[in-house]
């Protein structure tokens, strides 16, 4: 799997096959308590460093970390921040994303990775990132900066989109979120295409493999942040960030809950369950409306993120959120004296891998069948649900 941050660690999954399906068991040697290393720094210190030790959706974790420093000490970003940050995570959102869509899909259909668009994605979306935060001052603490989305930072989004509506979608990406409205619509869409994401949803079609992996695992709630920071204080806050589980049960937080109010999305859980179609869909639903909002297009069906000002949860105590590529990320602090004393962070794969999670059942429910086929439907599920990190499947 490419682009792994040098501490991310990884997932070792096996499958192993059981008289009534699949055993899945799922063991992870993520550093989920690496950020204990911010023990003692300035909150200036610890924005500066935080993206160094977590490369990948680098932007959203600068983003919460801001948050959760701004709620802990009573600073407040200028709205030109706010709006550049939020910018900045959709940019990373749809890299992230394209990672799986124009290197990993074709993959499972035995066909070559798309490098070549892939590093013409790269080039536009660092550029982007460059022309959001030139002077690298966007996440500090409090940042005082007046633009929001530079012209030319919207002149280079509008070249990642025509890339986009070439090599993705084989159509304008906006005019693809506006007519993805329900299963037929996706289905003529999927027959007609060309791209390699048009090909893997037929793919998927042609297999009977639309329901593949259904999980019944419910979304995570709206928490508010006493709840969560209550958690994340906790004597058992380790063992809540290693394994998060919310009123006693795992839950799911990633592009395909965040898809489940629009229409095609519900669409789609309505006529095949949460399973790999719906999942593959609400992956390239979230690029379009990634870019949809970059652009500062209205987006149908969907509210937009915010980063904004959270109420005071106590002084020296902060919470920041952020929608990361693969769902919610937080970020929680405690200050004393204005440095950090406690720092911890709740990524989405610890929901979304967890043990008894929605892969550790959705690979439970695959139906039986060859060692190939077992295999290429668990690597299907496991790439559409997107681990940020590398993961090794063991078949038994």
């Not at 499972?108 to 959001?132: F, S, Y």
């Not at 290693?242 to 006693?248: D, N």
């Not at 060692?371 to 668990?378: C, G, L, S, V």
Request: charge should be neutral.
């Amino acid at each position: 799997m490419p682009h792994m941050s040098d501490l991310a660690g990884g997932l070792d999954i096996r499958l192993e096959t059981a008289s009534d399906g699949h055993v899945c068991r799922i063991d992870s040697t993520r550093p989920v308590h690496a950020a204990a290393v911010f023990k003692g720094r300035t909150l200036e210190q610890t924005a500066s460093r935080l993206p160094l030790l977590y490369s990948v959706c680098a932007r959203a974790q600068s983003a919460a970390a801001a948050a959760a420093l701004e709620q802990a000490s009573g600073l407040t970003p200028s709205p030109g921040a706010r709006l550049g940050r939020e910018a900045a995570i959709l940019t990373e959102t749809i890299r992230e994303h394209l990672w799986r869509i124009l290197l990993d899909w074709p993959l499972l259909l035995d066909e070559p990775p798309a490098r070549a668009t892939m590093a013409t994605v790269l080039g536009l979306t660092n550029r982007i990132l460059k022309q959001l935060d030139p002077v690298e001052d966007l996440f500090q603490p409090g940042s005082g900066r007046q633009t929001g989305i530079p012209p030319l930072a919207r002149q280079l989004a509008t070249e990642l989109g025509a890339c986009l509506d070439r090599h993705v979608f084989g159509m304008p990406a906006l005019a693809w979120l506006e007519r993805m409205t329900d299963v037929a619509v996706l289905i003529d869409w999927s027959r007609a295409g060309e791209t390699g994401a048009a090909r893997l949803l037929r793919s998927v079609l042609d297999a009977g493999e639309a329901a593949l992996g259904r999980a019944d695992v419910a979304e995570l709630p709206e928490i508010a942040d006493a709840a969560l920071i209550a958690r994340l204080s906790s004597e058992s806050a380790s063992e809540f960030i290693a394994r998060p589980t919310w009123e006693g049960q795992p839950r799911e937080t990633s592009p395909f809950t965040r898809a489940l109010d629009t229409r095609l999305v519900r669409a789609l859980v309505d006529a095949h369950g949460r399973g790999l179609l719906a999942r593959l869909a609400a992956q390239l639903h979230e690029v379009a409306s990634a870019l949809s909002a970059l652009l500062g297009a209205p987006v149908p069906d969907q509210a937009p993120p915010s980063l904004g000002p959270r109420a005071g949860v106590g002084a020296g105590v902060g919470l920041g959120r952020a929608r990361a590529a693969r769902g919610l990320l937080v970020h929680y602090v405690r200050l004393e004296q204005g440095r950090v004393d406690e720092y911890r962070i709740l990524a989405p794969t610890e929901w979304n891998f967890h043990p008894l999670g929605v892969v550790a059942q959705g690979l439970a429910a695959l139906p039986p069948g060859s060692e190939p086929e077992r295999r290429r439907r668990a690597e299907l599920l496991i790439t559409a649900i997107d681990p940020c990190v590398a993961f090794k499947l063991s078949l038994a």
